[in-house]
């Protein structure tokens, strides 16, 4: 993810000494942790007095802190990952089969073997904790025949292996939960405040999740425990203890005692890594001021107007899109920064790069709207190309007019919609018939022949050629995201229709793996929306800076270098909402989901759609409020014109 050398100054001096800062947090925390760990595993009510010497005696102990050392490990392997694999704009699964690449990726099962070891690791801690009969894997028994040999505890076996499935457990839902999003709170707080109002829900998470993984833990050791047993006693040369219960048996799983430290260290273990994840989310999202100008010009690339050109490290970006929309409400001195001119030459380029910058995002994000409306609203089926222009709407046209009018010039960057949106770029034609996510990719290796058969080119003689809609001739395909294409070859018109003999159809029917894969494959229409979105945090910043530095600007500007960028201003947001609020008429679009609570995973990126529709309408109310009738000398479309009157009139 840091690969960017150019950008290695901040990665250097910023995002690493916050990771670092939250894992000594975390690791300054293990002890709280552990002497609250220690006292619910073995505190007695009949003997409180016992219990609580024999705690204190544990935790100052060789083993305890043998056990802390190997736990701070932990921790910080934990934290590295995060650093590693955190990012801020989600990856979001469109289709069951897209989900399933997500957790069998190779990467997520590296992950996954990580977390099972540091998981062992954490079992071992937690029996040897505990004492008592977990302390060891093997003890010393007698046989029949009256000598003693080695045999297998597997109580301690059982903690290793719950260990190692909690582990896994957590890697599968943070791929399924996004555990690796990093958001930014609307509302800015101290360190201290985020983390004292989160607590409670970490706690709560951990506590459920630890119930849920043992749950699932004592079925599968109910039915798979004596493989992982026979290998161990083979491995290590232990005999199994025949005067005790096998603990994959009813007798040996329904000892409360074993259930309860079970479900204990479970809880332990995962409240450790939340409290990482919380801490880390809580240190890399603090706002960091950028200079706006600088008078060194080896510090030039540290600028704001500098770093929001740039494309990666994406948090370095939004950081930087944060830090505008906050200094465009409140610096009025960095404001002044913002509108001056450059010495000499009189040149307002701060001004110029913000700007560009943030209308180019926002023009990138109205031209994926665009796009993805025009493949819902035929109803997943491609148009022909020669009567797609004349079915498009006069909005959809006015739109991406508006877009190549205003953006003009190819802009310097383009934040792209995660690559589970659109497997296939759209920037080449807007026009194109086949933009995923609707699009099934034929070159997949799971693409079967019956699959492509379904999707081959209509032959234009025959009587599913054309725009007929009779159900009796064409029948729609049962599900909104289907789709099947028709083209001409090379760009050569066909042949007449006449000449063309109409063949004999063949009435195959795909096979049922063709059709399992088909509708594993089926896009979702709530995941594909919020896929739409999950950058839209950095158009919501865009918004915020413009709109509040434009409001600015009427009383600030001195130099008027905000007025001869307004009209585009305008056009670019009026393009914006209005392909937001077609986006909002189709299905599903509209539909709020329910935030989870009881998982770490941040779900702030399913309602980002919802939040940019109130931002570009509060954008532009916030220029129309302050400018009022002075808006009617801009020069814009008349279609412009007319939507920008409903503002000005409190009509929107």
């Not at 930087?320 to 200094?327: G, I, N, S, T, V």
Request: net charge positive.
């Amino acid at each position: 993810m840091f690969s960017t050398d150019t950008n290695f100054w901040f990665i250097r001096k910023v995002i690493c000494w916050r990771a670092a800062a939250s894992i000594a947090w975390a690791v300054l925390l293990l002890p709280p942790t552990t002497a609250v760990f220690v006292i619910l595993s073995k505190f007695s009510f009949f003997h409180p007095i016992r219990t609580t010497t024999e705690c204190l005696s544990l935790l100052t102990s060789a083993s305890a802190i043998f056990s802390l050392i190997l736990l701070g490990g932990v921790i910080i392997m934990v934290g590295f990952l995060f650093l590693e694999y955190h990012t801020v704009i989600p990856t979001i699964a469109c289709s069951k089969i897209a989900l399933f690449g997500q957790l069998f990726h190779p990467r997520q099962l590296v992950i996954c073997l990580a977390h099972c070891f540091m998981g062992i690791i954490v079992g071992w801690c937690c029996a040897v904790t505990i004492g008592f009969r977990y302390e060891t894997l093997g003890h010393s028994c007698a046989q029949s025949d009256g000598y003693p040999q080695m045999c297998l505890n597997e109580y301690h076996l059982v903690f290793l292996l719950a260990g190692a499935f909690v582990g896994f457990s957590h890697s599968l839902l943070g791929v399924i939960h996004n555990m690796n999003y990093v958001s930014f709170h609307a509302v800015q707080q101290y360190k201290y405040l985020r983390f004292k109002g989160s607590l409670p829900l970490v706690v709560k998470c951990s506590i459920t999740q630890a119930f849920y993984s043992v749950r699932n833990f004592i079925v599968l050791y109910f039915f798979l425990g004596y493989i992982p047993r026979t290998w161990i006693c083979k491995t290590l040369n232990l005999q199994l203890d025949s005067s005790v219960h096998p603990l994959d048996s009813i007798a040996g799983l329904l000892d409360l005692s074993l259930l309860y430290h079970l479900w204990i260290s479970a809880t332990y273990l995962l409240f450790m890594w939340y409290i990482t994840l919380l801490l880390f989310r809580i240190f890399v999202t603090e706002v960091y001021s950028f200079p706006v100008q600088s008078s060194f010009t080896e510090d030039a690339h540290q600028c704001l107007p500098k770093v929001l050109t740039d494309k990666q490290p994406m948090i370095l970006k939004f950081l930087a899109l944060q830090d505008l929309a906050l200094l465009s409400q409140h610096s009025p001195s960095r404001r002044s920064e913002v509108f001056s001119l450059s010495q000499p030459g009189r040149h307002p380029h701060n001004w110029n790069a913000v700007s560009k910058e943030c209308l180019s995002l926002l023009a990138d994000l109205t031209q994926r709207l665009v796009a993805y409306h025009e493949t819902v609203a035929t109803n997943g089926r491609a148009k022909s190309l020669s009567s797609g222009s004349e079915r498009k709407t006069s909005s959809e046209t006015s739109i991406t007019s508006g877009i190549e009018d205003v953006m003009s010039p190819k802009p310097a960057f383009l934040m792209k919609t995660p690559a589970s949106v659109f497997a296939r770029s759209i920037a080449g034609d807007l026009q194109s018939p086949l933009t995923a996510p609707f699009t099934p990719d034929l070159d997949s290796p799971f693409a079967s022949p019956a699959m492509r058969r379904l999707t081959a080119p209509v032959e234009q003689g025959s009587p599913w050629y054309g725009t007929v809609q009779s159900p009796h001739i064409m029948r729609r395909a049962p599900k909104l995201w289907s789709t099947s294409t028709g083209s001409q070859v090379n760009g050569s018109s066909p042949p007449s229709p006449a000449s063309v003999p109409s063949p004999k159809q063949e009435s195959s029917k795909p096979s049922f793996l063709a059709q399992f894969l088909q509708n594993r494959k089926e896009q979702l229409p709530e995941a594909s929306s919020q896929a739409l979105f999950a950058d839209s945090q950095a158009h919501i910043w865009a918004l915020e800076g413009l709109s509040y530095l434009v409001q600015a600007s009427f009383s600030e500007d001195q130099f008027g270098v905000v007025q001869t960028a307004l009209p585009s201003i305008l056009s670019t947001m009026l393009l914006l909402q209005e392909a937001v609020d077609r986006h909002f008429k189709l299905p599903h679009a509209s539909s709020k989901p329910v935030r989870s609570t009881s998982s770490m995973g941040d779900s702030t990126y399913k309602t980002l759609r919802f939040a940019l529709r109130a931002t570009v309408k509060t954008a532009i109310y916030r220029i129309t409020t302050t400018f009022g009738n002075h808006l009617n000398a801009v020069q814009m479309s008349a279609e412009h014109r007319k939507r920008l009157q409903q503002f000005l009139e409190y009509k929107e």
